[in-house]
C-alpha cells in the first residue's frame, strides 16, 4: 500500500514550457485533490475531483488543467508555465469529502520555471 | 469568509518543556478542526482533528489540541516536547456543507524549533 505518489519529485521548466503532474493513490479514494505550497501561504487548493470524470476549481485555478480519467490518477497540467508558478505542489486523497475526512498528502513536486 | 490564523511564524522551545502552537479560526458554521505537521521534503501527515464532542482532542506523538468555541481558537499543546517534534505545523478549518465538496482552508504554518 503506496498510499499517494506524485512524479515527478523535481522539475525545471523553462518559461512557456507545458508539463504534467501525475498523482496515483492506491486507498480507493473518491475525492483528490492538487494545492501549492509558497513559503508564508500555506496551502492553497488549485483544483479538486470528487470522483472518476469529475474536476472542480480551487481557490487559485488560473493557469492549470486537471483530469480525472481514472480513479485512482489526478493529472495537473501547466500549459504554459510561468515563472509565478514556481512553488512546491502537493497531491492529497480523502475517502469523502463530507469535512469530517482526513485528507492524505503524497511527498510533492518541487517545480522551478526559469 | 472562511479563514484560519496561525499568529507565530516559529515557535522555540527546549526539549523536555511543554509546547503551544496557537491557532485561530473564523467560519460562518460549526467548524471542523484540523492540524497536520510537514517534516522537511515530505508531505503534510494528519495529527488530529476535532469534529464534535470532548473539546480536548488527543492525537498522534502525544500531541492534543482543545477547541474553544469562545475564543475560536484550537491550540496545538504537547506536555513534554522531543526534538523530533521540530517540523512545520499547519492548522486547518472546514465547513461541512451539502454541496459537492467542502473545501478545508489552511493555516500559513508555523515552523516549530525544539533544542536540545
Known amino acids: 500500500n503506496a498510499g499517494v505518489t506524485q512524479t515527478p519529485k523535481f522539475r525545471v521548466l523553462k518559461t512557456g514550457q507545458s508539463m504534467t503532474l501525475l498523482c496515483a493513490q492506491d486507498m480507493n479514494h473518491e475525492y483528490m485533490y492538487w494545492y501549492r505550497q509558497d513559503p508564508g501561504m500555506g496551502l492553497r487548493l488549485i483544483h479538486y475531483?470528487?470522483?472518476?470524470?469529475?474536476?472542480a476549481k480551487g481557490e487559485v485555478p488560473d493557469g492549470y488543467n486537471v483530469s480525472r480519467l481514472k480513479k485512482q490518477n489526478f493529472l495537473l497540467g501547466l500549459e504554459s508555465a510561468a515563472p509565478s508558478q514556481t512553488s512546491v505542489y502537493f497531491c492529497?486523497?480523502?475517502?469523502?469529502?463530507?469535512?469530517?475526512?482526513?485528507?492524505?498528502f503524497g511527498p510533492g513536486t518541487r517545480l522551478l520555471v526559469l | 469568509a472562511q479563514s484560519v490564523a496561525q499568529p507565530e511564524d516559529q515557535v522555540n522551545v527546549a526539549e523536555g518543556n511543554p509546547l503551544t502552537v496557537k491557532c485561530t479560526y473564523s467560519v460562518s458554521g460549526n467548524p471542523y478542526l484540523f492540524w497536520y505537521v510537514q517534516y522537511p521534503n515530505r508531505g503534510l501527515q494528519f495529527l488530529l482533528k476535532y469534529i464534535t464532542g470532548d473539546n480536548l482532542v488527543k492525537g498522534s506523538y502525544g500531541f492534543e489540541a482543545e477547541f474553544n468555541k469562545s475564543q475560536t481558537s484550537f491550540h496545538l499543546k504537547k506536555p513534554s516536547a522531543l526534538v523530533s517534534d521540530s517540523a512545520l505545523y499547519f492548522c486547518a478549518v472546514r465547513v461541512p456543507s451539502y454541496s459537492s465538496a467542502s473545501k478545508i482552508i489552511f493555516g500559513s504554518g508555523t515552523r516549530l524549533s525544539i533544542r536540545p
Open positions: 492529497a486523497s480523502s475517502e469523502t469529502s463530507g469535512g469530517q475526512e482526513t485528507q492524505y
Open positions: 475531483s470528487v470522483g472518476e470524470g469529475t474536476t
